[in-house]
RNA sequence: GCGCCUGUAGCUCAGGGGAUAGAGCAUCGGACUUCUAAUCCGAGUGUCGCAGGUUCGAUUCCUGCCAGGCGCGCCA
């Protein structure tokens, strides 16, 4: 596996069929890296034996890439190795591939093998494969697809992390929803993953929402009483005092110091549960709420700070501390502990991933605001201070999301507390569509959020694309058990009769799974899955106008039924992934 | 000024060192006595922001520029 570094991450994937492998060893083979890997081994033979008479003269065998082609005219599988090729061996590049194919062993699955274009080997194969993929989503319901690739690493992914003052965004709502998918990606290719939501209770936001509480509560005796001029102009903290006043009608008998710990400690509780529940809602758990405060509890801060000291990168001026990030490649060196004796954001986040460290993870994954990206460097700059290498942390940035309404874009202001929050967006549009709107884009892309089309029932509406197709075949099953026919196992049809275009096209997006998979995981892209849905959905609805199934005679009828099962058992392991519900009926 | 993201069809966006660059929407025209027409089939649309460079080949990689978004605190 090869490391590129990227600027907001590391991205450790590459097209590294040749030679290596995608799964390990010992562990399970999906059909199609089977096949290509197959095709590889076969490649290489060629040109080894190519090499051995003389007929290609060349130092070393690159890396053999294999495809498959844009258009099915050109086969199943395409090399470009004889491209590649053609200057070392100094020949032109079809005439590489004739040598290649000349010496591709006879036989097997290859069905034929043409040099199409500039020098690309296309390979037709017979079917066998495909039907074996059918058998393999038998054998592994939603199981199918997923792979033992990332065994032995340990990631923590932390995502949202929105502070415990107020009610969470779409921007929050889009890095539930990728975090959330990522998540059951990581896991899907053999990932240990433990996923944490940050909560910041300890700092100045919370203070400041404490000091907003309080003088709600106050102000629900005394509606002179004055409201801080930064603090929270929200309703919701108007009712949160209201629930203080109930739990709490004595409050105002502690002094003032202890009455705001009190609402700092009771308030940012109370808005934890609250996104809890919205999270929940949505289809988003986490193993971990982790507690700022806690940190600062267990004096892990002081620790850690120590630490830094005793390695000598931190240093003093006009008064603070600060911490020689500069050292580790970051712009500029940060304050750990203010002039003021108070300590910064980032110590507290520092002495945070220095706690995930301690607890052995071998991955971290924070995914974050696009008001963020400038926090990278010092970030990774602390990582390494801490002993690890940069590419332990790894950064995903989400970019800013801009929802329209009529085609225009809703107008919205923090300050004046009128914002659309992410339970006013799921209210709206339901979960399903607001995560399948969220997963549909590539991370980093600026995202236009169409709330009219979101709550649109008709085909316009990309996630009831995805869902009516499950719904649809569950209906033909249904309607098959009400005709007393069962589907049938692989075992028991003549899979070979799946003939129909249409059919072939589905095979072969099903046989697509496992690598899917593999590269949303890896590239961390869920959006991948999000088109492979659609894409698989698209031609199941296609096949479904061109061909019957409960109509056709027994044996086909069966072949037909076995196939459209095992679609529906697919629809619902992407679906379940990216946190979609997947109905019966619509 | 520096950094990050984006720039592909009228719109929203995929894709990606190679074979005629894709989808949905929008537009136009077809298909329901037949398992859900929330569907399908067909038609048109492109200087892949601009300019250089690397390469047999660049829309893809590199550099510079232009445009839009967002950052650049002893805030979080």
Redesign the pocket.
Same mark, same amino acid.
């Given at each position: 596996m090869v490391v590129q570094l990227?600027?907001?991450g590391f991205f450790p994937y590459r097209n590294s069929y040749g030679g290596v492998s995608l799964v390990r060893e010992g562990t399970e083979m999906s059909v199609w890296l089977e096949q290509k890997q197959q095709l590889i081994a076969a490649l290489r033979e060629a040109i080894d034996a190519a090499r051995a008479s003389g007929k290609l003269q060349v130092e070393s065998v690159p890396e053999i890439g294999l495809e498959v082609?844009?258009?099915k005219?050109?086969?199943d599988f395409?090399s470009?190795i004889a491209?590649?090729m053609?200057?070392s061996a100094r020949k032109a590049?079809r005439e590489v591939a004739e040598i290649i194919v000349e010496h591709l062993p006879q036989g097997g699955v290859i069905r034929a093998v043409e040099v199409?274009?500039?020098g690309?080997i296309?390979f037709f194969l017979s079917n066998d494969w495909l039907y074996a993929t059918l058998r393999a989503i038998e054998e592994q319901g939603e199981a199918y697809g997923n792979s033992s690739y990332g065994t032995g690493e340990k990631v923590l992914l932390e995502f949202v992390s929105a502070?415990p003052v107020g009610p969470m965004n779409v921007v929050n709502a889009r890095a539930a929803a990728v975090g959330d998918t990522l998540a059951r990606l990581l896991r899907a290719v053999g990932h240990t993953v433990h996923t944490e939501f940050y909560v910041?209770d300890a700092?100045?936001?919370a203070d400041v929402f404490a000091r907003s509480l309080e003088a709600r509560y106050q102000q629900l005796r005394d509606p002179s009483y004055p409201f801080p001029e930064d603090g929270y102009p929200g309703e919701y903290v108007i009712d949160l005092a209201k629930v203080l006043q109930e739990e709490r009608p004595d409050l105002l008998d502690l002094p003032y110091e202890e009455r705001i710990a009190f609402c700092k400690r009771w308030g940012t509780d109370q808005m934890v549960e609250m996104q809890r529940a919205d999270l929940a809602a949505y289809g988003v758990e986490f193993d971990l709420w982790f507690r700022e405060r806690d940190l600062h509890e267990a004096g892990a801060l002081e620790a850690v700070i120590q630490f830094l000291k005793e390695k000598g990168l931190l240093f003093e001026?006009?008064?603070?501390l600060w911490f020689r990030s500069t050292q580790f490649g970051d712009?500029k060196d940060?304050?750990i502990v203010?002039?003021?004796g108070s300590y910064?954001?980032v110590t507290a986040d520092i002495a945070y991933h220095h706690n995930k460290l301690q607890r052995g993870f071998t991955k971290l994954i924070n995914i974050w605001g696009?008001?963020?990206?400038?926090?990278i460097g010092r970030m990774k700059a602390a990582i390494q201070a801490l002993g690890y290498g940069a590419d332990t942390l790894e950064v995903l940035?989400l970019?800013?999301v801009a929802l329209l309404r009529d085609g225009q874009p809703v107008k919205m202001s923090k300050r004046a507390g009128e914002f659309i929050t992410m339970q006013d967006l799921v209210d709206e549009v339901g979960k399903d569509a607001a995560r399948f709107f969220f997963l %549909? *884009?590539?991370p980093?892309?600026? =995202?236009?959020f169409?709330l009219d089309l979101a709550v649109e029932?008709?085909?316009?509406n990309?996630v009831?694309?995805v869902q009516?197709a499950h719904?649809?075949i569950?209906?033909?099953l249904r309607?098959a058990a009400e005709q007393g026919i069962t589907v049938p196992t692989c075992r028991e049809v003549d899979l070979s009769l799946l003939q129909h275009e249409a059919e072939l096209d589905l095979l072969k997006q099903l046989a697509a799974l496992p690598e899917e998979l593999l590269q949303a995981a890896l590239l961390r892209?869920p %959006? *991948?899955i999000t088109?492979y849905a =659609?894409e698989l959905a698209?031609l199941f609805?296609?096949f479904?106008?061109?061909?019957?199934?409960?109509?056709e005679e027994p044996s086909l009828r069966d072949a037909r039924l076995v196939l459209v099962a095992n679609i529906r058992t697919v629809l619902r392991k992407v679906l379940g992934l990216l946190g979609v519900d997947a109905p019966e009926?619509?």
């Open positions: 990227c600027t907001a082609p844009r258009d005219q050109h086969g395409a470009n491209l590649v053609a200057r590049p199409a274009g500039p690309f296309n502070n910041n700092g100045n936001q001026e006009e008064g603070a712009d940060r304050v203010k002039s003021d910064t954001y696009p008001d963020h990206h400038g926090y940035i970019q800013y %549909h *884009r590539s980093e892309s600026h =995202l236009d169409d029932q008709s085909s316009e990309p009831f694309y009516y719904a649809r569950s209906s033909v309607q892209e %959006h *991948r088109n =659609l698209g609805h296609s479904y106008t061109h061909c019957h199934i409960l109509g009926q619509m």
